[in-house]
């Protein structure tokens, strides 16, 4: 199971775009890349998925670069309520045995 | 679509005890469910793997006679923490993989509420 890394928190303010980088070097050509956002005393929600160059969705987008040992997770324009724990986790559905490792996550604050 | 639910949200339990937590899929079949355990400011930590019709994968240093799992039908995984003790208490967190998700070759996983427990 390829390991992230991503910083452990993030300070923004309302209304700015934050970017969060996450590295994993050693991800598998199978290997799909999903973000998952988390508030305190709640299960995480998904946020985006991707495998290669950009994903965009109604909450999100997500840009990988070709060689996809990395990704970043882009939040347009966030609020308070964005203020939670992100998680970039790397598997795929067709390895044998596959399972979900969370790494530990970045905290963003979005301050007023 | 895509709905994981837990019961109980919250539980409170006197040491000694056995507390048992569900989770279901409410709108989708799942071969495959997760339990997580999460303490305080800290990461989920993936306790085991649950299969439909066959015994649970569980991760190295998680007890298995203590936290029972059963996986009985497509939509139901329950686990059962027993002989509860105070360093238990946790926030338990289930997962569920989307079938169709499966054979798209893509990760469709739905996280569930999650239940806290307190062992007094």
């Known amino acids: 199971l390829a390991k992230t890394t991503q910083p452990i928190s993030m300070d923004s303010y309302e209304g700015q775009e934050v970017n969060i980088t996450c590295s994993h070097n050693?991800?598998?050509?199978?290997?799909?890349i999903t973000w998952y956002q988390q508030f305190p005393s709640q299960g995480p929600r998904f946020i985006i998925q991707?495998?290669?160059t950009k994903v965009t969705n109604e909450v999100a987008s997500l840009f990988i670069p070709a060689d996809r040992k990395s990704s970043t997770l882009s939040l347009p324009r966030v609020s308070l309520s964005d203020t939670a724990v992100y998680y970039c986790?790397?598997?795929?559905?067709?390895?044998?045995?596959?399972?979900?490792?969370f790494g530990a996550g970045t905290r963003l604050f979005v301050k007023a | 679509g895509a709905v994981v639910s837990q019961h109980p949200s919250r539980v409170i339990c006197k040491s000694g005890t056995s507390v048992k937590i569900e989770c279901r899929s409410l709108?989708?079949?799942?071969?495959?469910m997760f339990w997580y355990r999460q303490f305080p400011k800290q990461s989920l930590m993936l306790m085991a793997t649950?299969?439909?019709?066959?015994?649970?994968?569980?991760e190295q240093g998680v007890e298995k006679d203590k936290f029972l799992i059963n996986h009985a039908s497509l939509t139901l995984s329950t686990l059962t923490v027993t002989s509860a003790h105070p360093e238990d208490s946790s926030f338990y967190i289930c997962?569920?993989?989307?079938?169709?998700?499966?054979?798209?070759?893509?990760?469709?996983?739905?996280f569930g509420p999650g239940t806290r427990l307190t062992v007094l």
């Open positions: 997962s569920a993989r989307d079938l169709e998700g499966d054979t798209r070759g893509r990760d469709a996983q739905y």
């Open positions: 050693n991800i598998a050509t199978n290997d799909y």
């Open positions: 991707g495998y290669k």
């Open positions: 986790l790397v598997g795929s559905p067709n390895t044998g045995g596959f399972k979900t490792i």
């Open positions: 709108d989708f079949q799942a071969t495959t």
């Open positions: 649950s299969n439909e019709g066959s015994k649970a994968t569980y």
